[in-house]
Nanobody, 114 residues
């Protein structure tokens, strides 16, 4: 399984971005799909998670602003990020769990100017 993430960039505070992460390879029914982020000098943290049944979970700091979704037919997970704040700036990574293994994308950088 290979993951390709894209959609990061530079945005002003209050703006929005949509991240996408597509999984490729011989895949049958991905389990959990999630987005993590890592800011300089900080540990990587879970931002949002979506299960194979569509249940979602968010870190408190993004609740009400970010929305995770998935398209199972395309093996793709999305992260809609609205009302971005400077503290959201980080490298965002997607991760999927498939057949008891975890796979990480390469990361896409989000910069938020104040």
């Amino acid at each position: 399984v290979q993951l390709q993430a894209f959609g990061g960039g530079l945005v002003q505070a209050g703006g929005f971005l949509r991240l996408s992460c597509a999984a490729s390879g011989t895949i049958f029914s991905i389990n959990d799909m999630g987005w993590y982020r890592q800011a300089p000098g900080k540990q990587r943290e879970l931002v949002a998670l979506i299960t194979s049944r569509g249940s979602t979970n968010y870190v408190d700091s993004v609740k009400g602003r970010f929305t995770i979704s998935r398209d199972n037919a395309k093996n793709t997970v999305y992260l809609q990020m609205n009302s971005l704040k400077p503290e959201d700036a980080a490298v965002y990574y997607c991760k999927v769990r498939y057949r008891l293994r975890e796979y990480w994308g390469q990361g896409t950088k989000v910069t938020v100017s104040s």
